[in-house]
C-alpha cells in the first residue's frame, strides 16, 4: 500500500468552483508539503505544515489554503478555482534528518491532475 | 533570485553511455541538503540520490552518483550505463537548514531522452 495518498487523482472543474484535494499518510511523518507542477516550471511549494498546529505559506500560496486535520492529513483547498491553477499537483512528507540518514527527504504522493474549465 | 537553476531543458544519450544532467544551486547557508528526483512519464516522484552539504564524498546511489563541487555551488547527475527505462524528467532539489523552514526550492527539470 502507498505511503502517501492522494484523492482524487483526477479532476475537472469550472471556473469558480470550490475545490478540495486531501491528501494523507502512513509514514508517521509530522511534516506535510503541498506543491504544484506547471511544464517548465518544476515544483513550486505551495504550503507547508510541520504539525497540526504549524501552517506556513510557501512561494505560491495566494488563491489556495489548506487545514491539517491530523498528523496524517493534510487538505489543499481551492476556494474559487481559476484556470491558471489547472496543473499537477503533489502532497509530500518528509522525516528529520536522523531517521533515514538522507536529510529531510521529500516522499511524494503520486499527484492530482486538476483541469480548471 | 533561482535557488535551483538546471540549464538542459532536454538531454539525449545513447544506451549504455553515461550522462551528466547539470545543477548549480545559491545559498548563503552552509548547512543544506541537494536531492536528484525522477519523473517518469507515469508522474510519480522518485528519490535517486541525496548530497549533504558537509559531506567530504560525491554521493553515490548504484549507477547514479552526485559530482559536488561546493565551491562552484554545482550538483550535477551522473548517470552511467544508460538504460532505456531511464527516459524521464529529472529535478534538482535543494533543503534548506531548519532555521530557515526547511523549505524545498526544486529547479525546472532536465528531459533525458535515452536512444537505443
Known amino acids: 500500500d502507498a505511503d502517501v495518498t492522494q484523492t482524487p487523482r483526477n479532476r475537472i472543474t469550472k471556473t469558480g468552483k470550490r475545490i478540495m484535494l486531501e491528501c494523507s499518510q502512513t509514514?508517521?511523518?509530522?511534516?506535510m508539503y503541498w506543491y504544484r507542477q506547471d511544464p517548465g516550471l518544476g515544483l513550486r511549494l505551495i504550503y507547508y505544515s510541520f504539525d497540526v498546529k504549524d501552517i506556513n505559506k510557501g512561494e505560491i500560496s495566494d488563491g489556495y489554503s489548506v487545514s491539517r486535520q491530523a498528523q496524517a492529513k493534510f487538505s489543499l483547498s481551492l476556494e474559487s478555482a481559476i484556470p491558471n491553477q489547472t496543473a499537477l499537483y503533489f502532497c509530500a512528507t518528509s522525516e528529520p534528518a536522523g531517521s533515514s540518514g538522507r536529510g529531510y527527504e521529500q516522499f511524494f504522493g503520486p499527484g492530482t491532475r486538476l483541469t480548471v474549465l | 533570485a533561482q535557488k535551483i537553476t538546471q540549464t538542459q531543458p532536454g538531454m539525449f544519450v545513447q544506451e549504455k553511455e553515461a550522462v551528466t544532467l547539470d545543477c548549480t544551486y545559491d545559498?548563503?547557508?552552509?548547512?543544506?541538503?541537494l536531492f536528484w528526483y525522477k519523473q517518469p512519464s507515469s508522474g510519480e516522484m522518485i528519490f535517486l540520490i541525496y548530497?549533504?552539504?558537509?559531506?567530504?564524498q560525491n554521493a553515490t546511489e548504484g549507477r547514479y552518483s552526485l559530482n559536488f563541487q561546493k565551491a562552484r555551488k554545482s550538483a550535477n547527475l551522473v548517470i552511467s550505463a544508460s538504460q532505456l527505462g531511464d527516459s524521464a524528467m529529472y529535478f534538482c532539489?535543494?533543503?534548506?537548514?531548519?532555521?530557515?523552514?526547511?523549505?524545498?526550492?526544486f529547479g525546472t527539470g532536465t528531459s533525458l531522452t535515452v536512444i537505443p
Open positions: 509514514k508517521g511523518h509530522d511534516r
Open positions: 545559498t548563503s547557508d552552509p548547512s543544506y541538503g
Open positions: 532539489a535543494m533543503r534548506e537548514p531548519p532555521n530557515t523552514g526547511n523549505q524545498f526550492y
Open positions: 548530497q549533504g552539504s558537509y559531506d567530504q
